[in-house]
Nanobody, 124 residues
Framework: QVQLVESGGGLVEAGGSLRLSCAAS????????MGWFRQAPGKEREFVAA?????????FYADSVKGRFTISRDNTKNTVYLQMNSLKVDDTAVYYC????????????????WGQGTQVTVSS
């Protein structure tokens, strides 16, 4: 049973920083890509960032967060992180981490397993 548990959300002023964590369990963490998504009120869920399986040598970002957010993974801790800097009011959303069912898969396409989400609120 794959489980993903996000943490690290909260309230921050615009321009500030937060680091989200997602702890995974239930299988060999390093063999699967990981992604971060977000959903703002009244909007559809959108892609934020993704990192390849293994050492995480390949990372991908939505244009809206490129240069401000950094995704990373620590396979010894079965955890993926999202460092968010220079936060904007528009970054306010519930942030979800996700992974895929198939081992050694790429970061693009649909994701199969999701965490419960963590709220990030950026005030002006």
């Amino acid at each position: 049973q794959v489980q993903l548990v996000e943490s690290g959300g909260g309230l921050v002023e615009a321009g500030g920083s937060l680091r989200l964590s997602c702890a995974a369990s239930g299988r060999t963490f390093s063999s699967y890509p990981m992604g971060w998504f977000r959903q703002a009120p009244g909007k559809e869920r959108e892609f934020v960032a993704a990192i390849s399986w293994g050492g995480g040598g390949a990372t991908f970002y939505a244009d809206s967060v490129k240069g401000r957010f950094t995704i990373s993974r620590d396979n010894t801790k079965n955890t993926v992180y999202l460092q968010m800097n220079s936060l904007k009011v528009d970054d306010t959303a519930v942030y979800y981490c996700a992974t895929k069912r198939r081992v050694y898969s790429g970061t693009s396409g649909g994701y199969d397993y999701w965490g419960q989400g963590t709220q990030v609120t950026v005030s002006s």
